[in-house]
Structures are given as structure tokens and as C-alpha cells.
């Protein structure tokens, strides 16, 4: 598939909007500390939100969808880290200054136009993740670019806004979010969707990525940016696709969510050039109750939800015979898109359709009696929904509805994202409604003189730190691009600038080691960046050998709250003395005294090399140990 889409002809046009949390001592309308929990909850409260009309008198039909659902929250926090404005039990501080200051800066990296005054705004959002059924935002600057090449990309907005609640569960009945991350600050960045090709959106996210980390002023590690693609083609519709935390993903979902549009366009032309309407939709898609064909069935599934009591609907699909089978996505079929539909607005936990049978112990007789009875024709299919009477009938106007966005073409919604780079749905597109003003917060005037301070000390653009890093540093073009655009690029800097060690040493841990710990499934997110500096500080003091750094980092990961000195003395990684070592050399060459000249004195040093490294390995450095070695040896009988 990959390499046979022409972008250009498709009309592919994309927009990213940018979520990175910003590294400050507070939360955005609190004191509370920024920091992310893994202890045990100290309390918990339970609430229900509702919509609620806008100024204009209207409600937005996400949170409605979302209210529709009729599940509760439950929250948890702590005592000394969660305090009432994160619970709405409280209003809201003034906005955070060094926030401000930090989005300020970004903005003038981007060569964005600054607001005169940042106003608070609240977004409506009711799927539980804010107590207060409302994210605030503010509009820091607007017009904003970057360049790739010659190419410029637009940057529509740059707010500041609160983070959301972290889920940590759901069930049909509740979802259960944690405090900790409520209220953190976050920068969002919002480019035109002028995005043209999958591998361009990649490069953009990259450069974005960059310019978020020169300024040393945001967090690091996963979780802490989450990128938003709106999507659209030709004759398609723009979808929202939440959540993309993975760099590598995003060519694949932009890709795929473009594949997607062109098959809906094509199920789309082949349902009208059969003749289907809405209209003849509306008419023609009757359901009927087919429990009673199940009474002796083999099937173990049907089984199952008969004997809870449950019922099977069958509903005619006029004109869509081998349409609900059809492909749309790597392993998704447009029958997936009605199935997450129902799995979204019901308890059921999808559907069964025609083109996919016989299965599930469906047999050839049971689809007869089902294709008579819903009076199915050559170019009809059938949905099967089974399941709680209640829920089984709330179903047939979701598929109803979704069958009509099929002859529509592409409905405009949010999906999620899937581990392998597909999606699935979530709900409707939010709406304009759901913007209104914060009356809680005072706005925050700009003035020139911060604008000034900030200008001057504006950090290196990341070509000015690719030349420092090669010509000043000494680091391979190659290494010095991956710095660049590292997530360690920060703390590699603070060491340069603080610590007399090799460059290359510490490139080649932060973008060799880590990595390949983490491919060895090492929990490297819980090195800190403390440990770092430590160990590099420790070993420019000589307290341990270049070979004990991927032992002690493994140490650090494997218990979270260790110091590098309590990796040393637990790994037994405490530097052995040169003296030491030559005196294990002496000792070990006596045993080959009378073979020096048969041998020879080259044999001789690699058995004593290989000896001596298997007990100081992470002692000392090996190159010393090898010049120990070949001067005594060398010298030794002469």
C-alpha cells in the first residue's frame, strides 16, 4: 500500500496540534507540584456531569454524546499533593507565571504574533477527565510558521492550557481518573492543515519536537507529549484522530486515516450506483426479532447471551452485500466501523454481519432462515445484534445512522488510535459551542519588556546547536543530529556545560545505551535526569569505569529510588586502583614465566588481559588495563 497513494492528486490535507507538558515547579491555577504519582490514592469522590448549553444557547453534540453514556466518575488524589481547585471545590488561582513565560518563549521560537492580553477560556468536556466539566485554555499568540526547506508551515495558534485527569480504568459503569496530572501545564500548538504528504507530518512533528526541547523547559518521557491529526482528502471529511504519542506512528495513522476516506468515497459511489437513497435506506432497513431461529443452535456465542435472557435482532442492509466485508484499513473492515459504533453508544460488545459468515457457529441453514425473514435480495446484507433487550434496540438507530454516513461517504468524527497505526471511533467532532469565557481568572497583560527579556535570552535554534555540536563538541555529524533532536538534548547540555568529560561518551549513552536497554525491555523512563548528571559526574571523578555505565543504569531502573552510590557499592563497581592491577598482573604472569618466549609475549597478554577483565570489568577502564598489562609483560624477564 505504502509508496502507491499520489498525496497530491488525493488532496491529502493535514493539521497537527501539538499537547507538550511544560516543565514548572506548579500547576497552572494552583500551587500544587507537577509531578506524576505511583503510590497508592489517599481519597476518592465520585461525581456525574451534564451539558450545558453555551451563550448561544446551544450544547455540544460531543458531550452530549458523551453524557449519553450515563456512566459516573470516580477521582482520586492525595493530600499533600491535590488541593480543591483540582476537586472544583475551589476556584481557580491566578495563572501561572512561569507558564507563561515558558509559552511566551516557544511562541517566539515559532515567529508567532503575540496577544496583547492572555484571556482564560473554558472548553466544555464531559468525558470525566476534568472535574469541572471544562478545560481552561488561554491564546497566547496566533500566525505562527516553521520552514522545512522552502516550504513553510503555518502555525495557527499556541495556548496554554491545563492538562487533563489521567485515566487509570473504565467499565460500563464508570471511568476512574487520578488528580495527580490535572491541572499540569501544557502547551498546545496548533499548525494549518498544510500538511501535504505522511512524511512531511513526521518531519513537522520532529522539528516541533525540537524547538520544544532547546528550550530545556519541558518534560520529558512518554505521556508527556500527545500529538492531535486532523485529516482530510478529496471528497472527504476532516476526522480528528486523539492521542498519538509515538513519533514513528504518525506516517502510518496519516497514511492509513488517507486509505480509509478513499475506500468510505469508494463504498459511497458503489451504494448510490446501486441505486440507494436515504430515503430507500430509511424504508427498506427494516429489523426483525430472530430469536426463535436460535432456539436449537450450535452456536456458542448465541448460546451464551440466550441463556442470560437475551434476544437477536436481525436488520436488513439494503445494497450493502460485500460492503460491510470491505476493506477499508489494514484488518478493518467497514462491518469494524459499524461494530465500534455500537461498542461506543451501548453495552454490547459489537455485531455480527452476513459478509463474514458462516462463523461464530452460525450455520448455512440458521443464514437462510435469517436471509427469508428479512426478505434479504443478491445485492442485500443483514446485521445480527444480540445481546439485553434494552441495549439491542438502542442499536438499531446507531446502525441506522452509521449506515447512512456509509452512502454519505466520510463522516466527520474522532477516532483513537490503535496500537498498529489504525483507528477506532470515539465520538462526533466537537463542535464551536463548547468555547466560553473563564469570569474566575483575571486576564494577563503582556508587556513589552517581558516580550524583550525573553527575545534576548532565546536558546540556540537547532541548526546553530548541530554546528556547536560538531565543531565545539567534536561529535560525528550523525551523533550530532541525534542530539538534536534527542529527548535527553537538555540534559546533554547541562553536562557539557557543568562536567569535563568526553562528548561522545555521553552522546553514545543517551542515544545508544538507553535505547537499547529499552529494546531489552529495561524500564529506562525510571532513570531520572539527576542520575544521569551523577553518573557522568562520577565518572569524570574517576569513581567508576566508561564499561560500568549499562550495569548501573540497568541498577537505576530496576530500583527507582536508588543513588548512583547505591548502584556502585551494591554492582561492587567501586574503582580498583592501577597499582591493584598491576599487581594482579605480576601475580598471573608468573604462571607463564617459562612460556614467555615460546608463547610469545602478544599470546601472553591477551591470556592475562582476558584473566584480569573478568574480575574488574566496571572497575576501570579497559584501554588502561590493556597498557598495564602490555608494559609489564614487555618488560618483563628483560
Known amino acids: 500500500m505504502r509508496g502507491k497513494i499520489d498525496w497530491k492528486n488525493i488532496g ?35 461525581r456525574v456531569l451534564r451539558p450545558t448549553m453555551s451563550e448561544m444557547g ?18 482520586e488524589g492525595y493530600n499533600d499533593t491535590t488541593c480543591l481547585v483540582e476537586m472544583d471545590e475551589e476556584p481557580p488561582h491566578s495563572i501561572n507565571e512561569e507558564a507563561i513565560k515558558i509559552a511566551l518563549e516557544i511562541a517566539l521560537l515559532l515567529h508567532a504574533n503575540i496577544v496583547d492580553e492572555i484571556h482564560v477560556m473554558r472548553k466544555i468536556v464531559i468525558d470525566g477527565s476534568n472535574t469541572s466539566g471544562f478545560q481552561r485554555t488561554a491564546l497566547i499568540a496566533l500566525n505562527g510558521y516553521i520552514k522545512l526547506g522552502e516550504k513553510k508551515i503555518g502555525i495557527n495558534t499556541i495556548c496554554l492550557e491545563e492538562d487533563a485527569a489521567r485515566k487509570i480504568s473504565e467499565d460500563e459503569e464508570k471511568v476512574v481518573y487520578r488528580l495527580d496530572r490535572l491541572g499540569i501545564p501544557l502547551i498546545e500548538i496548533a499548525t494549518a492543515p498544510e500538511i501535504s504528504s505522511p512524511e512531511e507530518a ?7 519536537g525540537q524547538l520544544l526541547r532547546i528550550t530545556g523547559k519541558v518534560k520529558r518521557g512518554l505521556g508527556t507529549i500527545r500529538q492531535d491529526l486532523n485529516i482530510s482528502i478529496n471528497g472527504g471529511n476532516r476526522v480528528e484522530i486523539k492521542g498519538v504519542q509515538q513519533l514513528y506512528l504518525i506516517k502510518k495513522v496519516v497514511e492509513y486515516e488517507a486509505l480509509r476516506q478513499i475506500n468510505l468515497i469508494k463504498i459511497s459511489e458503489i451504494l448510490k450506483k446501486r441505486g440507494l437513497t436515504l430515503k430507500k435506506l430509511e424504508t427498506d432497513m427494516k429489523y426483525i426479532d430472530l430469536t426463535e431461529i436460535f432456539s436449537n443452535t450450535k452456536s456458542r456465542l448465541i448460546k451464551n447471551i440466550l441463556k442470560k435472557r437475551g434476544i437477536i435482532i436481525g436488520i ?9 466485508g470491505y476493506i477499508i484499513q489494514p484488518n478493518r473492515r467497514l462491518g469494524t466501523e459499524f461494530a465500534d459504533r455500537v461498542k461506543m453508544q451501548t453495552k454490547l460488545r459489537g455485531i455480527i454481519h452476513s459478509d463474514e459468515l458462516p462463523k461464530y457457529g452460525i450455520s448455512k441453514e440458521e443464514i437462510k432462515r435469517i436471509s427469508k425473514k428479512l426478505d434479504i435480495d443478491k445485492n442485500d446484507a443483514f446485521i445480527l445484534i444480540a445481546g439485553e433487550s ?8 446507531v446502525i441506522l445512522e452509521r ?46 519588556e517581558l516580550l524583550r527579556k525573553i527575545r534576548e535570552n532565546l536558546p540556540e535554534y537547532p541548526e546553530e546547536k548541530l554546528k556547536k555540536f560538531v565543531e565545539k563538541y567534536g561529535l560525528s555529524e550523525q551523533q550530532a543530529k541525534e542530539m538534536i533532536t534527542s529527548y535527553h538534548l537538555d540534559i546533554f547540555e547541562k553536562i557539557m556545560e557543568n562536567i569535563k568529560i568526553s562528548p561522545s561518551i555521553v552522546a553514545t549513552t543517551l542515544e545508544g545505551t538507553l535505547k537499547s536497554l529499552r529494546r531489552e525491555g529495561i524500564k529506562v523512563d525510571n532513570i531520572t535526569d539527576k542520575h544521569l548528571y551523577e553518573l557522568f559526574k562520577a565518572l569524570a571523578d574517576n569513581k567508576i569505569a566508561k564499561e560500568a555505565i549499562p550495569k548501573i543504569l540497568v541498577f537505576l531502573a530496576e530500583h527507582e529510588n536508588a543513588s548512583i552510590e547505591d548502584a556502585i557499592k551494591s554492582l561492587g563497581l567501586e574503582r580498583i586502583s592501577e597499582t591493584k592491577v598491576e599487581e594482579m598482573v605480576r601475580e598471573i604472569l608468573k604462571e607463564y614465566t617459562d612460556r614467555l618466549n615460546s608463547m610469545g609475549r602478544d599470546k601472553i597478554i591477551n ?16 584501554k588502561i588495563v590493556y597498557k598495564i ?10
Request: aromatic share 10%; net charge positive.
Open 12 to 46: 491529502l490535507k493535514c493539521g497537527i496540534e501539538f499537547h507538550q507538558m511544560l516543565n514548572t515547579k506548579h500547576k497552572l491555577f494552583c500551587r500544587c507540584p507537577t509531578i506524576i504519582r505511583k503510590d497508592d490514592p489517599h481519597f476518592i469522590f465520585r
Open 58 to 75: 446551544e450544547i455540544d453534540k460531543a458531550a452530549l454524546f458523551e453524557f449519553r453514556k450515563h456512566r459516573f466518575f470516580q477521582y
Open 202 to 208: 513526521l518531519n513537522v512533528a520532529l522539528k516541533i
Open 316 to 324: 436488513k442492509m439494503p445494497m450493502f452485500k460485500e460492503m460491510l
Open 390 to 397: 434494552e441495549e439491542v434496540y438502542k442499536a438499531i438507530s
Open 403 to 448: 449506515a447512512k454516513d456509509a452512502l454519505r461517504g466520510v463522516p466527520g468524527e474522532t477516532r483513537a488510535i490503535n496500537p498498529d497505526g489504525t483507528t477506532h471511533f470515539t465520538r462526533p467532532v466537537p463542535g464551536a459551542a463548547r468555547m466560553y469565557p473563564e469570569t474566575d481568572i483575571r486576564p494577563y497583560r503582556v508587556n513589552k
Open 607 to 622: 591470556i592475562i588481559m582476558g584473566n584480569i577483565m573478568k574480575k574488574v570489568r566496571g572497575k576501570i577502564d579497559g
Open 629 to 638: 598489562v602490555k608494559n609489564i609483560v614487555m618488560k618483563y624477564g628483560k
